[in-house]
C-alpha cells in the first residue's frame, strides 16, 4: 500500500492517496464527516505539509516523519492481537469509563455508542455523527475549520472516527471518562482520528486520555480535537503520551470557550519518539478561565515540542500556560506559547511560564513566547528559564547522605510536580506522580498490568 | 575521630586555607572564630564535601580514614555533618520526605532495616520539640519560605535527626536572635555526648555564652593562629580580631 517516492512531494502522495480512496474512506465513515473532506483536501493542497520554513514548525521535521514506510488502511481492519489480553490499564482508585481506541478507530464492545451514568454520551464519533447529527453538525469542524496548519486539514480530510464524547447542559460528571489510545499492529501504521468533547451549559467533565503503542512497529497518529465548553461548563483534560521511542504523535486540539466555563488540560509527555501538541484555545465569552499545562520528559533522540495559542477574544478571561521539561542525552524540546489578546479583549489576565532542565551538554531545548497583545488594559507576563540542576540543592542533600543519584531525581520530581499538582483528580495525580517517578528513574513507566514494554 | 595536618586549599587558584592543623577527640566541643574571609565556611565546606575547592596539599583523617576521598554522601553516612551557614532552600522537596530519604539512606549504609512510616513520625516528633521547630515547618518544603532563624533551627533538627558522630556548625549563630540562639544552643548541648564531637564556627563570641567550648582556636588568614580553652573566646571579645592581627605583626 505505501509507497516511499522521493520524487513526489508529501502533498502529492497524500492528494492521490485521497484521490484512490475517497470512496472507501467515506463508505467506513459517516456524512457528517464526509461532508468536509473535499473541501479539506482542497486546504491540503493550498497549504501543504508543514515545513521548517514555516515559523510554527521551526524544529519539527514533519517531512521525515511523514515519509516513513506506514500502512494507511481505511477499511475494516483485522486485529491479530487480543486487545483485552494485553491491555488492561489498571490505575488503582481511579474508576473510569473506559473507551478504547485501536488504530484510530473505535474499538467495539458491542456498543458503539453509550449513555454513562449521569448522562453522559460517549463512544465511537462516526457512529456519533450518524445518531446525534443535530449536535455534531453545530461543532465538528467548526473549531479547527480555520486553522493554516495543513495537518489539519489531512486529518479532516482522512478522519474516519474517533471518539465522541457529549455531557448535556447541567450534567456533571466526576467519574473521568478515559480514552486509550492504542497503535498496534504488524507493521507500520499511520492513524488519524478525530475526537468530539462537548459539554453544554453547567456541564462537567474529567477526560483522560492514554496513548499507547502496544507493538514494536512504527507508528504515526496525526489526530484533532475538538472541545466545546459551553456556559459555565468545567472540564478537565489529562493527557499521558506513553508510546515508544519509534512512534510519532501529532496532536491538535482546539478548544472553545464560551463565557464562565472552566477548562484545565495537562499534558504529560513520558515516552514518544516524535511528539507534536499544538494547542489552541479561544476564550470565546467573557469570565472564561483556561489552565495548559504541559510535562516533558525526553531522553535519548526524542523530539517533544509543544505549541501553544491562547486567543483572548473576549474581555474579563484568565489564561494560564505552565510547561516543564527535562531532556537528556540528546533530547531536542522545543516550546512556543503565543498570547493573543484582542482589541476587545479588555482587563485579560494572561500568563506563560516555561521551565526547562537539560541534564546534558548535547541536550537542546528552544523556548519562544510569543505575545501579541491588541488591547491597552491586560496584565500579561511571560517567563522562560532553561538551566541545570540547582548544584547547591544537590550538595545540601548530599550532605545530608542522600546519594547523588536519588539527589537529582528528588529535584526533577520536584520540579516535575510543578505541572503534575495541577491535575484534579486526585487518584489519576497520585498515579501520573508515580508514572513520572518512574520515568525519571528510568524504569519503565507503562501502566501496572500492561504486558507490552512501551519505551 | 578528626585529624586535620597541613591542610591547603585553593579556590580559583587563590590560597584560602594556608595550612590548617587541627585534632577533634570524642566528647569534645571545638569553637573556631575568626574575622570575615579568614577561611572559616571553606574549612567547613572542605570537611563536607563540597566539590569547588582544590585541595592543594595536606591530609584529613576521620575515624583513621581519609576523608578526602570520599563523596559528601558517604562522608554524612560516616556520621559527619555540616549545619549550613546559608541553607538551601528546595521547593517542591518536602521535608518529611527529605528527611526520610536521608535517615533511610544512613540505615541502609549500617546495615539496618529503614524505618517504618510510623517510626520515623515518632522520631519526628521527638525531635522536634528538642529544637521548638513548629509542624507547619516541617509539613513544607526543605526550608522553603522559612525565615532566618528558622532555617537555622531547622539544621539543628536535622543533626538531630541524623544522630551524627562529627557536627561542624557553620555559623549557625549569625542572624538568630537570642530566644533562637538559646533554642540552637540548647539543641547542641542536647545532643553532644561522649561519643561524639562538634565543632562550633562563630564570628562572635556571643553563642560560646551558651555552648561552653572545650577548646577555642582562632582562624586568622587561613591558618591557626592561636588555640586554647573558652578564656581565649573572652580575650577576643574584650581585644577584637585587631589583637591578633599585632601579635601575627610582632612575630
Known sequence: MSTITENISLKEQFLELYRNKSGEIAANSAPLMNALRDNAIGKLEKLGFPDRKKEDYLYADINSVFRQDLEKSFGEQKINFNIREIFHCDVPHLDTSLLLLVNGRFYNNGQELRELPGGVIAGSMKQAAKDYPEIVEKHYGRYSGNSKDGLVALNTAFAQDGIFVYAPPGVRSEKPVQIVNIMISDTGQMAQHRNLFIEGEDAGLNIVVCDHSLSAHRFLTNSVNEVFAGERAQINLTRIQNEHNGSTQITHSYSHQEAGSHLASNIISLHGGFIRNNVFVKMNGEHAENHSMGLYLADKNQYIDNFVFIDHSSPNCFSNQLYKGVLDDTALGAFTGRILVERDAQKTNAYQSNNSILMTDDARMYSRPQLEIYADDVKCSHGSTLGQLDEDALFYMRSRGINHREARLLLMFAFAHDVIKNIRVKALRERIDHLVNKRLRGELSRCNNCAMQCG | ????????????????????????????????????????????????????????????????????????????????????????????????????????????????????????????????????????????????????????????????????????????????????????????????????????????????????????????????????????????????YEWINAEEVNQ
Open chain 2, 1 to 240: 575521630m578528626l585529624v586535620i595536618k597541613d591542610l591547603k586549599v585553593s579556590i580559583d587558584g587563590e590560597e584560602i586555607l594556608k595550612g590548617i592543623n587541627l585534632e577533634v577527640r570524642a566528647g569534645e566541643l571545638h569553637a573556631i572564630m575568626g574575622p570575615n574571609g579568614s577561611g572559616k565556611s571553606t574549612l567547613a565546606s572542605v570537611l563536607a564535601g563540597r566539590e569547588l575547592y582544590e585541595v592543594t596539599s595536606g591530609k584529613v583523617t576521620y575515624k583513621d580514614q581519609d576523608l578526602l576521598e570520599k563523596s559528601p554522601e558517604e562522608r554524612a553516612k560516616e556520621g559527619l555533618f555540616l549545619g549550613f551557614q546559608y541553607p538551601i532552600e528546595i521547593p517542591g522537596v518536602s521535608m518529611v520526605n527529605f528527611m526520610k530519604t536521608a535517615i533511610n539512606e544512613m540505615r541502609k549504609h549500617r546495615g539496618e532495616e529503614p524505618l517504618s512510616a510510623s517510626e520515623f513520625l515518632k522520631k519526628m516528633r521527638e525531635k522536634k520539640d528538642l529544637v521548638e521547630i513548629s509542624s507547619s515547618l516541617t509539613n513544607r518544603s526543605v526550608n522553603e519560605g522559612f525565615s532566618g532563624g528558622e532555617k537555622k533551627k531547622n539544621e539543628i533538627f536535622q543533626m538531630a535527626m541524623l544522630e551524627p558522630d562529627l557536627a561542624i556548625l557553620d555559623e549557625t549563630d549569625s542572624g538568630l536572635d537570642i530566644d533562637a540562639l538559646r533554642i540552637v544552643a540548647r539543641g547542641v548541648n542536647n545532643l553532644k555526648s561522649p561519643h561524639n564531637a562538634t565543632i562550633v564556627i562563630t564570628h562572635y563570641q556571643r553563642l560560646l555564652d551558651y555552648i561552653v567550648p572545650d577548646f577555642v582556636h582562632v582562624l586568622y588568614n587561613g591558618r591557626i593562629v592561636k588555640s586554647g580553652g573558652k578564656e581565649l573566646a573572652l580575650l577576643l571579645e574584650e581585644k577584637g
